[in-house]
């Protein structure tokens, strides 16, 4: 599939975090995040009263925040996810208001059914590496995910499960990215 067309229609948030770097290139560097606004990015066109109404809707959302942030300099629209990734982490240097590494985006027009993403560089994987995770969620649930990963409330692999079941998500314990091995194996003993 053409990576250019990947937000028209729904793909995987695997397929998605596959055209990621594994890890951020700054990993493990940003201690002092709270207080810090969410990203929000968009891959749809929206006119500037549907982005107000996106940037409203995740920021007053019952659960929310009110954290997060349009960034719509410049439009990203019709890009990849990995465009938007890559101005992330210039922009990160330039801005210390925002998140250095949990932004939203809104990949589908219908973002009020079809859900945004959450992508989070600092994923902590069975083997106590950080890599670079993407998961869907509810643009009303989206800003509460983003602080509850950022002060470690809720740990992401518990929200891929939730994405899973509502989503129709993979099963993340099935990736390779989170998990080095098939965790229905027995486990290799200490002894």
């Not at 518990?158 to 998500?169: A, F, M, N, T």
Request: charged share 25%; net charge negative; proline share 4%.
């Amino acid at each position: 599939m053409n990576l250019q067309l990947q937000h028209r229609s729904m793909v995987s948030t695997k397929q998605l975090e596959d055209t990621l770097p594994l890890q951020d290139p700054r990993h493990g560097q940003f201690a002092d995040t709270l207080g810090k606004q969410w990203p929000i990015y968009t891959l749809v066109a929206f006119d500037d009263l549907e982005l107000q109404q996106l940037e409203s809707d995740i920021n007053k959302a019952e659960d929310s925040t009110g954290q997060s942030v349009l960034i719509t300099t410049p439009n990203l629209s019709n890009r990849t996810l990995r465009d938007i990734y890559e101005h992330h982490i210039q922009h990160r240097e330039k801005d210390d208001k925002i998140h250095p590494t949990l932004f939203i985006v809104a990949d589908q027009r219908d973002y009020r059914t079809k859900g945004v993403l959450v992508i989070d560089l600092q994923v902590m994987t069975d083997t106590s590496q950080n890599v670079i995770g993407v998961l869907r969620c509810g643009y009303d649930d989206a800003d509460l995910y983003c602080a509850n990963l950022d002060i470690g409330n809720v740990d992401f692999i518990d929200y891929k499960e939730e994405e899973q079941e509502l989503w129709g998500g993979d099963n993340p314990y099935q990736n390779q990215r989170y998990f080095s091995k098939d965790p229905s194996l027995p486990a290799a003993s200490d002894d």
